[in-house]
């Protein structure tokens, strides 16, 4: 074969295909013993290489590295073998580029032949040499263009394209302002700004400016730090404080087309965009916030202009602008301090407050609003947990959650009926079960039966559970209701957890979880059942009698239901009633009466208890 069809099957095998099928698929005929006839044609093929041009090449690169052209001509005195020539030529204006000899490098590499690049070893480095050449003085910036998009399309994973972009970040997108900003936008992300030369940073800066983003200048310039101050960006500063203190007609217009769109889940315009314009963006900012309706397909976008408007203004202006709205309508006010709860800290938040006075009309219905916003917390603790507000808002559950369980962790005295209330309205479920923790946790009983009514059974299940600790046998209505009308089965078991726990021996208790013996799941049965066989037999069997005689009331008794408790009486007796499903009425009452002889037996009447005088329930063999 050719050389290209040898570098096909290497790169194959490289790859991972294994060779024979690759060597078979290439010839057409996939069932040939292929590998170990090409193993030995490798082999003379590599017996006819002359390594001795190659090791001088590498001689020559390595005096290159050491002596610059120098070296190098001294290493290629001699004549020049012709396998080699290509890649001495790109080693001579490698050499020359180095040392700043461009004009001479761009001739050395005009004169390579049209088939040299599929000869070299790596021929996007030629190319990207070829570029670094065009791009310094005397050179073609437009070819320079050119032959980046090329090493763009053929070579995009090479070595060189990626040093070439490191170097020079902006190279081909001068014609589209777009795609430059977004270039070296994502470039500063990654890498930072500290290898910026200050000729970009100014070239960046006054990008931004013509695309009235004066508010991303004035950003970037400050995570400069000192080099930001450089006497050489004295001007840029300057127009940058120009446009932020006196925006233009142009920039105002071009603020609100972009404010706008992002109320219309414009894609290509996301909240950077918007706070990119600076303080251009204030006027379109208050004007849709003033509207209150933002049609747009994320959670809070109430709360997302309000950021961005503090993003733009500073924190307190922010909070100085809204006041301005409330002047027109004071029924803002709730919506538009929860917003600003979700966007600022607390401590702007009540320093921009603080102006209104006893004598302000707005002053009652200010303090009444963020006395209900700060959630019963004290002043001084959220002075000292200035982003606590926030956290409590924030679009991510986990941030949210963590911010529940400080104020918990920190003191569990701490914690506020208002914030227990604020986690019950959240929009997440595992939000709202933390809320229930809680009020166990502050023992809110309260608070934690609105959670049996929550539309998530994972919250109505854990309401269960706390309900049942809280408030034991002031419990048991409200248990017995879940019990016998919730829909879920785990929020059902929760409730019979908790009822037998905490009233084992009430009647409404016993009467539920045996009315639970018919067509329960299994497993939540079979529970049932194991709980009722470890309490006091006397209760129990009660339970049993006085469902027995309902069910002899009906046409039909459930088999099911007389079988179960039949088998619950027999395990805590251990009188066999001799229960079989034929069983008809007649003898179901001579059942009845066998359990009512029990109880009135002396075993039936006795309690079992403990040394301490409290009734001892079975367990281990004894049950």
Do not use: C
Not at 404 to 412: C, D, G, K, Q, T
Not at 583 to 591: C, G, I, Q, S
């Amino acid at each position: 074969g050719q050389p290209d069809d040898v570098r096909r099957v290497l790169r194959f095998v490289a790859d991972g295909d294994p060779a024979d099928a690759v060597i078979g698929r290439l010839v057409a005929e996939p069932g040939g013993g292929w590998v170990q006839p090409a193993r030995l044609l490798f082999r003379s093929r590599l017996g006819d290489y002359d390594a001795a041009p190659w090791e001088q090449l590498a001689e020559a690169e390595e005096l290159a590295r050491e002596s610059g052209r120098a070296g190098l001509k001294s290493a290629l005195a001699g004549a020049i073998p012709p396998e080699i020539e290509d890649e001495v030529l790109i080693l001579r204006a490698r050499a020359a580029a180095d040392e700043g000899a461009y004009e001479e490098a761009r001739a050395l590499l005009a004169s390579l032949t049209a088939g040299a690049p599929a000869r070299l070893r790596d021929p996007a480095a030629a190319l990207a040499l070829r570029i670094r050449t065009e791009l310094h003085s005397g050179g073609d910036a437009v070819l320079a263009r050119r032959l980046a998009r090329q090493l763009e399309r053929d070579f995009p994973r090479s070595r060189a394209k990626a040093e070439l972009r490191r170097k020079r970040p902006l190279l081909g997108m001068e014609e589209d302002p777009q795609a430059w900003i977004g270039t070296l936008r994502a470039r500063i992300a990654r890498d930072g700004t500290h290898d910026l030369d200050l000729r970009t940073i100014e070239r960046y800066g006054r990008m931004l400016l013509l695309d009235h983003r004066a508010g991303g200048a004035e950003r970037f310039l400050e995570t400069l730090g000192e080099r930001g101050k450089a006497p050489e960006l004295e001007t840029l500063r300057s127009a940058v404080e120009d446009a932020q203190a006196d925006p233009s007609e142009a920039a105002l217009a071009r603020s609100t087309t972009r404010v706008e769109r992002w109320a219309a889940a414009d894609e290509d315009v996301g909240e950077q965009d918007v706070v990119d314009g600076g303080r251009a963006a204030r006027p379109a900012l208050l004007g849709l916030i003033a509207r209150g309706s933002i049609p747009r397909g994320r959670p809070s976008p109430q709360a997302s202009a309000v950021g961005m408007l503090a993003a733009v203004l500073g924190d307190e202006e922010a909070v100085l602008a809204l006041r301005q709205l409330w002047d027109l309508d004071v029924r803002r006010i709730p919506g538009d301090l929860e917003a600003l709860a979700a966007a600022v800290p607390y401590t702007a938040l009540e320093r921009g407050l603080a102006a209104t006075d006893a004598g302000d009309p707005l002053h009652t219905a200010v303090q009444q609003a963020f006395a209900g916003l700060t959630l019963g917390l004290p002043s001084t603790w959220l002075q000292q947990h200035p982003d606590y507000l926030r956290t409590l808002r924030h679009p991510e559950f986990g941030v949210r959650r963590d911010a529940f369980r400080l104020i918990a962790a920190e003191n569990a005295r701490a914690i506020t009926p208002a914030l227990v209330a604020h986690g019950l309205r959240d929009k997440a479920a595992l939000m709202r079960r933390e809320a229930v923790v809680l009020a166990g946790r502050a023992e809110f009983p309260a608070l934690a039966r609105r959670g049996l009514a929550d539309r998530a059974a994972l919250v109505r299940s854990e309401a269960a559970r706390v309900v049942a600790k809280l408030e034991g046998r002031a419990a048991v209505p409200a248990l017995v209701r879940v019990m016998r009308q919730d829909e879920a089965l785990e929020v059902r078991g929760a409730a019979a957890q908790g009822l037998i726990k905490h009233a084992p021996a009430d009647d409404r208790v016993i009467d539920a979880m045996l009315a639970a013996q018919v067509g329960e799941e299994a497993r939540l049965r079979d529970a049932i059942a194991t709980r009722l066989s470890e309490q006091d037999p006397a209760p129990v069997v009660r339970g049993i009698v006085r469902g027995w005689g309902r069910a002899l009331t009906r046409e039909q008794p459930s088999r099911g239901y007389l079988f179960r408790t039949a088998l619950l009486y027999q395990r805590l007796t251990g009188d066999d009633l001799g229960y079989y499903p034929g069983a008809d009425k007649a003898e179901l009452r001579t059942m009845v009466e066998r359990m009512q002889a029990w109880l009135a037996s002396p075993r039936g009447r006795a309690q079992p208890r403990d040394e301490r005088g409290a009734v001892r329930r079975p367990t281990g063999r004894g049950r």
